[in-house]
C-alpha cells in the first residue's frame, strides 16, 4: 500500500509540473477533480449498497475497497488538485480573489476530516469486517463514517461551485 502511495504521488508531481503550461495545468486540475469527487461518492454508493444488503462479505469487500479507491483515486485527485490549482492560483491570487481563499479553506477542512477521522474509521471498519462485518460497533463505526464523510464530501461540493462561479464573496 505505501508504494502504491508513493507512485500516486510521484506521478501527480510530475504531471503538474509548472512547464507544462496553463491549459495543461487547467486540465489536470479538472482530471483531478474528477478522480476526487468520483471516487468520494462512489464509495459512498458503495458502502451504503453493501450495509443495505446485510451480507458480511459485501461489508468486507466494500470497506477494504474504500481504502483502496482512496489511494488509487483520492490521493492522486487530490494531489492534481492541489498541485495544479496552486499553479494556476497564482494568477487568481494576485487579484485577490476572495473565492480562492474560502475554496483552499474548504478544501482543507474536507482534507482534515478525511485524515483525521475518516481514515482511523476505515482502518478500524476494515479490521472489524474481518470478524464481525455485521454486528452493532460496525454498524455505529459505519454511521460515523457516513456522517462525517457526508460532511468531507459537502465541502468539496461547495468548492467546485466556487471554483466554477467565482462570486464576488465580499
Known amino acids: 500500500m505505501k508504494?502504491?502511495?508513493?507512485?500516486?504521488?510521484?506521478?501527480?508531481v510530475v504531471l503538474s509540473l509548472p512547464?507544462?503550461?496553463y491549459m495543461w495545468n487547467l486540465f489536470m486540475h479538472?482530471?483531478?477533480?474528477?478522480?476526487?469527487m468520483g471516487n468520494i461518492i462512489v464509495t459512498a454508493a458503495w458502502l451504503s449498497m453493501a450495509k443495505r444488503?446485510?451480507?458480511?462479505?459485501?461489508?468486507?469487500m466494500a470497506t477494504?475497497?474504500?481504502?483502496?479507491?482512496?489511494?488509487?483515486f483520492t490521493l492522486p485527485g487530490s494531489m492534481l488538485l492541489l498541485l495544479n490549482g496552486g499553479i494556476m492560483g497564482t494568477v487568481w491570487f494576485k487579484e485577490k480573489a476572495p473565492w480562492i481563499f474560502a475554496s483552499i479553506a474548504l478544501f482543507l477542512l474536507s482534507a482534515i476530516i478525511w485524515v483525521a477521522v475518516l481514515v482511523p474509521l476505515q482502518r478500524r471498519m476494515v479490521a472489524l469486517s474481518q470478524s464481525e462485518p455485521t454486528g452493532p460497533e460496525?454498524?455505529?463505526?459505519?454511521?460515523?463514517?457516513f456522517r462525517f464523510?457526508?460532511?468531507?464530501t459537502l465541502l468539496p461540493f461547495i468548492t467546485l461551485v466556487?471554483?466554477?462561479?467565482?462570486?464576488k464573496l465580499w
Open 19 to 21: 512547464f507544462y503550461g
Open 64 to 72: 477494504r475497497s474504500v481504502v483502496v479507491t482512496d489511494v488509487m
Open 53 to 60: 444488503s446485510g451480507s458480511g462479505g459485501a461489508v468486507q
Open 30 to 36: 479538472i482530471f483531478g477533480a474528477i478522480l476526487f
Open 162 to 167: 466556487l471554483m466554477v462561479a467565482k462570486p
Open 149 to 152: 464523510g457526508g460532511i468531507a
Open 3 to 12: 508504494k502504491g502511495i508513493l507512485i500516486a504521488l510521484a506521478v501527480s
Open 138 to 145: 460496525m454498524a455505529a463505526l459505519m454511521g460515523k463514517w
